[in-house]
């Protein structure tokens, strides 16, 4: 079973940068298709960003494209998020998460489809 854990999130101000990243433990990590969701306070929780299990494939949102970079590192167990040209709707909670996908080039996008969380972490973009 893989755990996660999410690091990197703070206080940035509107057009900074940040760096997420999402530690896993367990067997198996290198074999998931990971991606980073966001929820903002009263809002439902949305896909940011997906990559596969080898970083072939990636897949972002569009409010993501030209600003956020998913990668991963399989040989640390980490998937990062780069975030550049941050604005104040960016300011959510993010989520690390794995798909049960294994091996698969497929970066699915909805939250349905990933069963790992990790807790989270809080990302303000000040104005």
């Known amino acids: 079973q893989v755990q996660l854990a999410e690091s990197g999130g703070g206080l940035a101000q509107a057009g900074g940068s940040l760096r997420l990243s999402c530690a896993a433990s367990g067997r198996s990590f290198d074999s998931h298709t990971m991606g980073w969701f966001r929820q903002a306070p009263g809002k439902d929780r949305e896909f940011v960003a997906g990559i596969s299990w080898n970083g072939g494939n990636t897949n972002y949102a569009d409010s993501a494209k030209g600003r956020f970079t998913i990668s991963r590192d399989n040989a640390k167990n980490a998937v990062y998020l780069h975030m550049n040209s941050l604005k104040p709707e960016d300011t959510a909670v993010y989520f690390c998460?794995?798909?049960?996908?294994?091996?698969?080039?497929?970066?699915?996008?909805?939250?349905?489809?990933?069963?790992?969380w990790g807790q989270g972490t809080q990302v303000t973009v000040s104005s």
């Open positions: 998460a794995a798909a049960p996908l294994l091996r698969s080039v497929v970066v699915v996008s909805s939250a349905d489809e990933y069963h790992l």
